[in-house]
T-cell receptor, first 115, second 112 residues
Framework: DAMVIQNPRYQVTQFGKPVTLSCSQT?????MYWYQQKSSQAPKLLFH???????NEADTPDNFQSRRPNTSFCFLDIRSPGLGDAAMYLC??????????????FGPGTRLTVL | KQEVTQIPAALSVPEGENLVLNCSFT??????LQWFRQDPGKGLTSLLL?????REQTSGRLNASLDKSSGRSTLYIAASQPGDSATYLC???????????FGKGNQVVVIP
């Protein structure tokens, strides 16, 4: 089945220790997104890639970076995690452009704990 | 800036009752609207997507309607079951960009 995969599902890191979250997709979608979701809140878009073009949200802290080495993979790097960065991180994909439905498909998420 | 509101934040219904969940948005210039389901500690599952030119979409027991001019969408779940217990999120995609604006969700509990 075509899908969005996130690894690991659970990640524990120490305050200030860099961490990388991984997302891969078999949908061959050209847009990939990273969201942060805290308890009982709506997902908050951090950034997205449209093909190789990186689009950062204005309020995304510099502590968050992303890489997309190819169509299938996208990584979220948190350079110095703080306690406030503990959250669920969601990856999503969609077909870009106005011709498609542009429905977003989400992965299962990575739950990040910062000690 | 597009604001999406879902009220109430939480509701409980007895099994078998029909569920009606409401979503309102402030800017009617949308490209589409998507309803998602989220189980605790899990990712989002897409339920229905309605294009701005459509009035409704149906999938099994689910029906979503869209009234773009009044900035409203409603998700109906017929004959609710305990397995329908989850948080339901509404998200709109504004015209001209790929970003979704999410509501905070309706947390639903279906009581057996």
């Amino acid at each position: 089945d075509a899908m969005v995969i996130q690894n690991p599902r659970y990640q524990v890191t120490q305050f200030g220790k860099p961490v990388t979250l991984s997302c891969s997709q078999t949908l061959n979608h050209n847009v990939m997104y990273w969201y942060q979701q805290k308890s009982s809140q709506a997902p908050k878009l951090l950034f997205h890639y449209y093909d190789k073009d990186f689009n950062n949200e204005a309020d995304t802290p510099d502590n968050f970076q992303s890489r997309r080495p190819n169509t299938s993979f996208c990584f979220l790097d948190i350079r110095s995690p703080g306690l406030g960065d503990a959250a669920m991180y969601l990856c999503a994909t969609s077909r870009g452009g106005l011709a498609g439905l542009n429905e977003q498909f989400f992965g299962p998420g990575t739950r990040l704990t910062v000690l | 800036k597009q604001e999406v509101t879902q009220i109430p934040a939480a509701l409980s219904v007895p099994e078998g009752e029909n569920l009606v969940l409401n979503c309102s948005f402030t800017d009617s210039a949308i490209y589409n609207l998507q309803w998602f389901r989220q189980d605790p500690g899990k990712g989002l599952t897409s339920l229905l997507l309605i294009q701005s030119s459509q009035r409704e979409q149906t999938s099994g027991r689910l029906n979503a309607s869209l009234d773009k001019s009044s900035g409203r969408s409603t998700l109906y779940i017929a004959a609710s079951q305990p397995g329908d217990s989850a948080t339901y999120l509404c998200a709109v995609r504004p015209d001209g960009n790929n970003r979704l604006a999410f509501g905070k969700g309706n947390q639903v509990v279906v009581i057996p």
